[in-house]
T-cell receptor
Framework: GAVVSQHPSRVICKSGTSVKIECRSLDFQATTMFWYRQFPKKSLMLMATSNEGSKATYEQGVEKDKFLINHASLTLSTLTVTSAHPEDSSFYIC????????????FGNGTRLTVT | AQSVTQLDSHVSVSEGTPVLLRCNYSSSYSPSLFWYVQHPNKGLQLLLKYTSAATLVKGINGFEAEFKKSETSFHLTKPSAHMSDAAEYFCVVSDLTSGTYKYIFGTGTRLKVLA
């Protein structure tokens, strides 16, 4: 149980375009989802916390107008990278947690974004 | 604020020998602790979790970890390494801040298994 599906797994786009990444909890309801960015051989950097039905909470230094997060239902959160630039190329990972206190995070398989 | 320190960025072991990946944490209250594994270009998979029950926690794939409050440690062990264990391992502590759970990641330990 506790499967998180992230789509697409890989995407290549041109500079200036926007890319949407979907994160779905398949067999549980996720009131909270997290979006991370991971640089090569580095740990995960939390970008934002997404709560169902409310605005996302962004970490310091993350541009909310560039990384749009929507969490419209208990099973779906989306991250849209707007006006992408080559420096946005990275590995993006979502995770979700169930409503139980101290529930572990369940991760998607990540999205490799390459901006040309 | 809580923090997590993974003492070794790289660990190499021979196949069939024991694995020890070290993790120390700082916490102002009883933490929840997790170990995750990440294979290349993949998401993170939960190996095991500690949430104030038994201090010795058994996880998947033969891994286990022991919570030692006196040493503020949560080291990950496995009696016999397998080639498929080669991956990146992350120790994570959960932190309740302003009514929201945040998960603080260690910097990761890359495990290499030698044939």
């Amino acid at each position: 149980g506790a499967v998180v599906s992230q789509h697409p797994s890989r995407v290549i786009c041109k500079s200036g375009t926007s890319v949407k990444i979907e994160c779905r909890s398949l067999d549980f309801q996720a009131t909270t989802m997290f979006w991370y960015r991971q640089f090569p051989k580095k740990s995960l950097m939390l970008m934002a916390t997404s709560n169902e039905g409310s605005k996302a909470t962004y970490e310091q230094g993350v541009e909310k107008d560039k990384f749009l997060i929507n969490h419209a239902s208990l099973t779906l959160s989306t991250l849209t990278v707007t006006s992408a630039h080559p420096e946005d190329s990275s590995f993006y990972i979502c995770s979700a947690r169930q409503t139980l206190l101290d529930s572990p995070l369940h991760f998607g398989n990540g999205t490799r974004l390459t901006v040309t | 604020a809580q923090s997590v320190t993974q003492l070794d960025s790289h660990v190499s072991v021979s196949e069939g020998t024991p694995v020890l990946l070290r993790c120390n944490y700082s916490s102002s209250y009883s933490p929840s602790l997790f170990w995750y594994v990440q294979h290349p270009n993949k998401g993170l998979q939960l190996l095991l979790k500690y949430t104030s029950a038994a201090t010795l926690v058994k996880g998947i794939n033969g891994f286990e970890a022991e919570f030692k409050k006196s040493e503020t440690s949560f080291h990950l062990t496995k009696p016999s390494a397998h080639m498929s264990d080669a991956a990146e391992y992350f120790c994570v502590v959960s932190d309740l801040t302003s009514g929201t759970y945040k998960y603080i990641f260690g910097t990761g330990t890359r495990l290499k298994v030698l044939a």
